[in-house]
């Protein structure tokens, strides 16, 4: 991952794929792409806060669920534009800041943070649930309830253009990327690598100096942003938000993504939520219970088998090629330490 | 402050429960000096090391640094003051590599290429030049607990406490530590802690004596060693200290 060339030619290769992919397949595949990858937003975010944060998130969905909303009650108020986008990043963001507030600062377990933030998303999911008169307004817009907001104003191009469906999908795999660069470079800067350390040790972290909390509280921060904007973008993407994003499936599908594609990756939870959802797609299992347990024997296999995740095991392919390439036998390759692959 | 006295503790105590594990200790470390600090398991060194990190929070006495009550700060600003400390049980980022424990240890301090340079200057000191992209948790036992010091000669701290650097270390690690205790007093004082008496002998420098919880002798490690109390807590259980 270190190597630049390795990295361009690669970033370009994913743009000129993403660019083919509507010429290729019908609008409706279009679609569902588009979806995956706004997921894979989602996903990435949970990559940055637990796979790299170490801060476990059980109910992710909260970021998203409140970016989808915020979005969606700013368009209907103001208009789909900037401020309805910004709002979809601040709100959850700014939620992510109190609650990290009290559980970092109040010194709460890890494992505590996991279940108080699965409380608070099914918390977010009840009280929406629970609005459905038409008392329940934010400004001009009613919550609607399990009904949900319908007919959600969705975005448009800055020179005032319809987004259709291949714009959505260019606009998504657009912010899927900028999103991935963000979160490398951040990882990148003295703030990032506190972040990590404190994933390894917080205790020696505090030893050296480093504010954890506050460290913490940031992480917890960036990542409630993010799946604020993939939220922003669901509610685009359907022109609908319903509660049930707030939901504990919802929450479930993001720690599956993020355990199969690799803690400590960002590549890896990227391509396994893409890759699952199009494998639960194509089962035609999209019932809830299906998926469930389509979902629940791919994450057994996984825990069981492939602890560290698919995105060590890709890590790996290149390698072997090469080694194939030059003739050299394979056990070169498995012999490489972890150290090594990081190289390359 | 006119004799230089850079960290003194006064009347400082914590028990658990029942059990003071240090009590009433008085004592006093001078800029650039290089002080050992002995005696028996449980006899309260590392929670001595603890308060003085603010790891724990006294129940008696305080803590003067540089002048100036340390109060209740949080471990973090401790350090940032200039305390750093190297646990009793190796505490890296074990996941990372060599060169990103150091960096993490530099950046706290110093910045941009100043930093890269003090961390390139910290492996070669300790002798990982070859295994700086390396995952420490691959490392052999005495390389993490020079990682660990490494990370003291990185930050450059005013004050390092080094619980137990050569435990479990061969002779000539052992040596090669002493070596590397000898670069850590050239920025910063230094406390140590070992209860291998012929590491201590050849650190050669004033010791202080601790058992439960108490400081019972102070001096040379000629005096030491031929203190009567020194020899019947400490050399009486000395086969129980030899892990
Ligand atoms: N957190 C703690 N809770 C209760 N007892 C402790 C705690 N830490 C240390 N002790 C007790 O305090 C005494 C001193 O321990 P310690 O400072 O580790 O000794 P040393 O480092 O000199 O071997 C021991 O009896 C130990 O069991
Ligand atoms: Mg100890």
């Known amino acids: ?344 | 402050m006119s004799d230089n006295i850079i960290l003194q503790t006064k009347g400082l105590g914590i028990s658990f429960g029942g059990l003071h594990a240090v009590r009433d200790v008085d004592f006093v470390l001078r800029g650039g000096e290089l002080r050992c600090l002995i005696g028996p398991n449980g006899a309260g060194k590392t929670t001595f090391f603890r308060l003085l990190s603010g790891q724990h929070t006294p129940t008696r006495g305080e803590i003067i640094y540089k002048g100036k009550p340390l109060g209740n700060l949080q471990p973090y600003q401790i350090a940032r003051l200039g305390i750093g400390v190297k646990t009793q049980v190796p505490s890296l980022f074990e996941g990372l590599s060599v060169f990103e424990n150091l960096e993490l240890a530099a950046n706290q301090t110093f910045s941009g290429l100043e930093a890269v340079s003090i961390v390139d200057e910290t492996l070669e000191r300790i002798s990982l030049q070859d295994q700086r992209h390396t995952i420490c948790q691959e490392l052999a036992h005495g390389q993490r607990q020079w990682v660990e010091l490494g990370q003291i000669l990185a930050s450059k701290p005013d004050v390092a406490l080094l619980d137990e650097p050569a435990a479990g270390m061969t002779h000539d690690e052992s040596l090669k530590t002493i070596e590397i205790i000898k670069e850590i007093t050239a920025k910063s004082s230094v406390v140590v802690v070992e209860h291998d008496m012929d590491f201590i002998k050849l650190i050669g420098e004033r010791v202080t004596v601790f058992d439960r919880g108490e400081v019972i002798a102070d001096g040379t490690f000629k005096e030491i060693a031929s203190n009567p109390q020194v020899r019947e807590a400490y050399l009486g259980r000395k086969e129980a200290a030899v892990a």
């Open chain 1, 1 to 344: 991952m270190k190597n630049p060339v390795l990295n361009i030619s690669s970033l370009v290769g994913v743009i000129v794929l993403a660019f083919a992919i509507p010429y290729f397949v019908e609008a409706f595949t279009v679609l569902n792409f588009t979806v995956y990858i706004i997921m894979a937003i989602l996903s990435l975010s949970l990559a940055f806060v637990w796979g790299m944060g170490g801060i476990m998130v059980l109910g992710h969905s909260a970021f998203f669920g409140l970016g989808a909303y915020a979005y969606a009650i700013a368009a209907v108020n103001f208009g789909p534009g900037w401020e309805a986008v910004t709002l979809s990043m601040l709100v959850p963001a700014t939620f992510a800041a109190l609650l990290g507030y009290f559980m970092f600062y109040g010194r709460i377990s890890d494992i505590y943070v996991g279940v108080i933030t699965l409380a608070v998303t099914l918390i977010l999911f009840n009280l929406i649930n629970s609005t459905s008169g038409p008392q329940y307004k934010i400004g001009s817009a009613p919550i609607g309830g399990y009904n949900g907001i319908t007919a959600v104003p969705t975005l448009s191009w800055p020179n005032g253009n319809f987004i259709d469906i291949n714009g959505m999908f260019y606009l998504s795999v657009g912010l899927l990327i900028l999103s991935y660069l963000f979160i490398r470079y951040y990882l990148s800067t003295r703030y990032g690598k506190v972040t990590v350390a404190i994933r390894e040790n917080e205790r020696r972290a505090e030893l050296l100096g480093y504010n954890v909390a506050q460290s913490k509280l940031i992480t917890f921060s960036i990542g409630g942003a993010i799946a604020g904007l993939a939220g922003c973008m669901f509610a685009n993407w359907g022109s609908f938000v319903g509660p049930t994003i707030f939901g504990l499936v919802q929450s479930a599908q993001i720690i599956i993504w993020v355990i199969v594609g690799g803690r400590g990756t960002l590549i890896g939870p990227i391509l396994s939520c893409i890759a699952i959802q199009w494998m639960t797609t194509q089962l035609g299992m999209q019932q809830v219970v299906n998926v469930g347990f389509v979902l629940g024997i791919v994450l057994t296999i996984f825990v069981l088998l492939v602890p560290s995740g698919l995105a060590p095991l890709l890590a790996k392919i290149p390698n072997v090629v090469r080694s194939r390439l030059n003739g050299k036998p394979k056990e070169d390759v498995a012999l490489g330490s972890p150290a090594e692959e990081g190289q390359t």
